[in-house]
Structures are given as structure tokens and as C-alpha cells.
């Protein structure tokens, strides 16, 4: 088999113009491999695709863990608000209910133990809620709800000198 040669013109074409230098002649064969990888070839599409494809995915994957944080937070914020309502309406079956999903969540644990507090206290055990919220360490998101339990508990238990000193430390959080 002949080996066939192109000139140094056509393999600066073939090489997008660049200087190979010298008077250098490629055989035939190798210079048709490098015409078929140009840019209009199969592979330079197929990894444009696959670029496509990656960069299509990222994108999904990306929106779905913002979706993922944005809404799974506000689902838990949720539970914990509808928590707090069902305490306040005497719906403790329901606040159950809500601690159990809340469990899932260990940042909640505090927000949990007040709730759990809360149902104690309102269902007629103040010893057992006080038990419990003498435990919560100190947390400004909940001291406002701690406060008001102890101070019910308290009353309950007709410590009413303590239950004032309870309420006047409400009445002295900032809003």
C-alpha cells in the first residue's frame, strides 16, 4: 500500500492554520483521521451534548436543593407553629402529633421539651412541666413561651409570689 502525502499547505489547514514548520508532508491517512475531527464532526457534537446534558443536570440538581432547603424549613416551622396552636387551643392529642414529627429534627429538640412542658402543665402535672423547663437552657426564642409556662405552672401550684416574679420578667423582654 502507497502511502500518499499532502503538502505543507493542507496540513495548516488541517491544523487551523498554525505553523508546523519546516518542510514537513503527513501521510494521507493521518491527515483524512484529523479532517474527521474538525468541529462538524460526530465526537466535537457528541460532547457538546454531553455537555448540554451535564450542564442540564447541575441545573436540576441545584434548583432542587434550593427548593429542598427553602421548603423543607418552612415545613418544620410549620409543625412547630401549628404545635404552639394546638397548646394554646387545649388540643394536646394534636400536639403530640406535631412533637412526633418534629422529632425528625434535632435543632427542635428544645422546641420540643416546651411543648412537651406546655402539655404537662395544661393536662394538670405543673411539677412535671416545671421539671421539664428547668432542663431547656436558655434559648431567646423560647424564653418568652418558657416564661409564660412557668408562670402558669406556678399558679397552679399556688406559688403566686414566684408566679409574679415570673411575670414581671415577661413584662421585661424586649418585644
Known amino acids: 500500500m502507497a502511502v500518499q502525502e499532502i503538502e505543507l499547505g493542507q496540513a495548516g489547514r ?37 455537555m ?3 450542564l442540564s443536570l447541575l441545573m436540576v440538581v441545584v434548583v ?4 429542598a432547603y427553602f421548603f423543607s424549613e418552612r415545613r418544620w416551622h410549620r409543625e412547630l407553629d401549628l404545635g404552639w396552636t394546638a397548646l394554646t387551643e387545649g388540643k394536646f392529642s394534636e400536639v403530640s402529633v406535631r412533637i412526633g414529627h ?9 422546641h420540643i421539651s416546651v411543648l412537651r412542658a406546655g402539655v404537662l402543665v395544661r393536662t394538670g402535672d405543673p411539677n412535671g ?6 432542663r431547656i437552657p436558655a434559648n ?16 397552679q401550684l399556688k406559688r ?3 408566679a409574679a416574679v ?3 420578667k415577661i413584662l421585661e423582654l424586649p418585644s
Open 160 to 162: 403566686f409570689a414566684d
Open 52 to 54: 448540554v446534558v451535564f
Open 129 to 134: 412541666g416545671l421539671e421539664i423547663l428547668r
Open 64 to 67: 432542587a436543593g434550593v427548593w
Open 14 to 50: 488541517l491544523f487551523g492554520n498554525h505553523s508546523v514548520g519546516g518542510d514537513v508532508r503527513f501521510p494521507l491517512e493521518i491527515a483524512g483521521f484529523i479532517t474527521r475531527l474538525n468541529a462538524d464532526s460526530i465526537p466535537m457534537r457528541l460532547h457538546r451534548r454531553l
Open 102 to 110: 418534629l422529632r425528625q429534627q434535632p435543632e427542635f429538640a428544645e
Open 140 to 155: 431567646d426564642q423560647l424564653e418568652e413561651r418558657k416564661l409564660l409556662l412557668t408562670c402558669e405552672a406556678l399558679y
Open 166 to 168: 415570673v411575670a414581671m
